[in-house]
């Protein structure tokens, strides 16, 4: 993958069996440590929700989290994650 995943993107990883699509992402979680240059910049934080064999969206899908930057043990690199053709986008309906 040669950019950032964004929210709506479908995805698959290496060894990991499915399809996900991408619900939130967010830049954070970066800090300083004990010494005068022990600076740990923010990552990008990346949650994605499991789909169901057919492609179509499951709320109770298998969550997936993990960083594409930063200082962070749940790191996945972009070389690892394929982006698919397909792309989903939510739509919210307001109920009385």
Same mark, same amino acid.
């Given at each position: 993958?040669? #950019? %950032?995943?964004k &929210? $709506?993107?479908? !995805?698959?990883? %290496? $060894? =990991? %069996?499915?399809?996900? &699509? &991408? %619900? +939130?992402?967010? /830049?954070?979680?970066?800090?300083?440590?004990?010494?005068?240059? *022990?600076? /740990?910049? +923010?990552? !990008?934080? =990346? /949650?994605? #929700?499991?789909?169901?064999?057919?492609?179509?969206? *499951?709320? *109770?899908? +298998?969550?997936?989290?993990?960083?594409?930057?930063?200082?962070?043990?749940? #790191?996945?690199?972009?070389?690892?994650?394929?982006l698919?053709?397909? #792309?989903? @986008?939510?739509?919210? @309906?307001?109920?009385?």
């Amino acid at each position: 993958m040669k #950019r %950032e995943p964004k &929210v $709506g993107d479908v !995805l698959t990883f %290496e $060894g =990991v %069996e499915g399809r996900f &699509v &991408v %619900e +939130d992402t967010w /830049y954070g979680g970066g800090g300083t440590g004990h010494g005068p240059h *022990d600076v /740990y910049p +923010d990552g !990008l934080h =990346v /949650y994605c #929700r499991k789909l169901t064999p057919s492609g179509n969206f *499951d709320p *109770d899908g +298998d969550k997936l989290e993990f960083t594409t930057s930063g200082c962070f043990n749940n #790191r996945i690199g972009l070389s690892q994650i394929t982006l698919c053709k397909r #792309r989903m @986008v939510r739509t919210f @309906v307001w109920e009385n």
